[in-house]
């Protein structure tokens, strides 16, 4: 099986392998007071201190969370809670900040949740529209800011989309929440171990003031070469969130509960190694990625890419190729290309086993038969050029035989209307 669905889940490292098994076999709870409670808490808190250090964060920054989704739960939500109490208000009425601004073309992680708090809580969304690269529109949301800052409860956004792989401008995101004294969290599941994070470099060069700005930022382990199960929230210690779970107030009373060391261990050593060689692997599944995109717009030359293309990880995540195929089902190719050996992604959702059309490719202004036809290929730490070879080698069949299945579909429809 040749594997490019590395967006998705990647690999673990064997060093994450190695750290894993080899925790597992620590006794002992890390709130516990004796010596074995305290070996295992010891192990903790430097796993906690190396993720930080590849975040530019400090360990007490660092609320582990059982995946990337719940780190975003928890800051969304979090955020939410804390300044629509007394205790969140600088200035202002909590009882009128109710606007979330979030641009369009989220992760179902944060569109959910902000559906949940519209639905449960009074939220009002405010979806700020992305340009035809896939980049949040600054006017846009500098407007928003601008017209009643003192009404936003939080901004949340992604740090890269995953879908498309279009890196957002979050330096001037994080510099226009902080000028607005609005907190701002990132969701950088996808950006992790692919682009630079410096969260305390990013709140300093932005001016953020205290609970403003870059306040939180989610990263998930399973993305990196780490284990699945373990995700992580950096949350500045200016910044304060109403806990989701209670309990025996472990993490600072954030998130209680007992934490998974050996998770962490293993998360730790995915996240120093990524981080040690992040620039090397990176111009390497960039230059892998630019010869998949020539290739594919060799084979089949009405591919359309979506997103920008710039050198390495500038503009777009090294890893990401995305193209939609007029007249195709990306489903249609993903199953051809799974049964010639290849695994890749439509990279969007299924409502009930039905693939949607791209929610992210429709808010970059492409029509809906652009959304149906997409397809994303991403490379991952282990990928080679004969991975490339071979999706390219597949692809010319798959597609032919996808569209037509596609013309087929049409002509059916056509033929019932
Ligand atoms: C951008 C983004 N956010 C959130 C998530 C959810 O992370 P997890 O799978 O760790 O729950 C993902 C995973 O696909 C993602 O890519």
């Known amino acids: 099986m040749v594997y490019l669905d590395h967006a ?27 010596s074995a409670g ?10 906690r201190e190396r993720i930080a250090a590849t975040l530019g964060a400090d360990g007490i920054e660092i609320v582990f969370t059982g995946n990337g989704t719940e ?3 928890l800051a969304i939500k979090g955020i939410w809670w804390q300044r629509r109490t007394v205790a969140g208000v600088a200035a202002g009425s909590p ?16 569109i959910d949740t902000v559906e949940w708090l519209v639905a449960h ?21 500098a407007d928003e800011l601008d017209r009643d800052a003192a009404s936003v409860a939080l901004v949340t956004m992604l740090w ?21 004294g609005v907190p701002l969290h990132l969701d950088a599941i996808a950006a992790y171990g692919q682009v630079p994070i410096d969260v305390h470099g990013l709140r300093r060069a932005t001016d953020a003031p205290r609970g403003a700005g870059l306040v939180a930022l989610s990263v998930s382990a399973h993305k990196i070469g780490g284990p699945a199960g373990i995700g992580a929230l950096v949350l500045d210690r200016s910044a304060a969130v109403e806990p989701l779970i209670h309990g025996g107030g472990q993490q600072r009373k954030v998130r209680s509960g007992t934490q998974d060391v050996a998770a962490a261990a293993s998360f730790a050593a995915a996240a120093e190694l990524v981080a040690s060689r992040l ?11 630019d010869r998949l995109i020539a290739g594919v717009r060799d084979v089949v030359p009405d591919a359309r890419l979506s997103g920008d293309i710039g050198p390495g990880a500038s503009v777009r995540l090294p890893g990401n190729a995305h193209f939609s195929f007029p007249g195709c089902e990306g489903d249609s190719l993903l199953f051809l290309l799974d049964a010639a050996g290849v695994a890749v992604s439509t990279g969007s959702a299924c409502q009930a086993g039905v693939p949607e059309p791209s929610h992210v490719l429709m808010a970059m202004g492409r029509s809906e038969a652009d959304a149906r036809g997409a397809l994303r290929i991403t490379i991952g730490h282990g990928s080679t050029g004969s991975d490339v070879d071979a999706f390219l080698a597949a692809l010319p069949a798959a597609h032919a035989q996808a569209a037509r299945a596609g013309l087929a579909a049409r002509a059916t429809s056509f033929d019932r209307a």
Do not use: C, F, Y
């Open 121 to 141: 809580e009074g939220a009002e969304v405010v979806e700020i529209p992305l340009d035809e690269l896939g980049r949040v529109r600054l006017d846009v949301l």
């Open 71 to 73: 780190a975003v739960n």
């Open 8 to 34: 998705a889940t990647t690999p673990m490292l064997p060093e994450a392998i190695e750290a894993l098994t080899a925790a597992l076999a620590v006794v002992g709870n890390p709130s516990s007071i004796h």
């Open 38 to 47: 305290q070996q295992a808490k010891r192990l903790l808190e430097e796993s």
């Open 160 to 180: 890269a989309n995953n879908e498309v792989g279009t890196i957002e401008p979050v330096e001037q995101v994080a510099r226009l929440t902080a000028q607005a």
């Open 95 to 110: 009882a009128s900040r109710r606007r979330i601004l979030v641009p369009a073309g989220e992760h179902h992680a944060t």
């Open 279 to 289: 620039d090397a692997d990176t111009a390497r599944m960039a230059v892998l990625r």
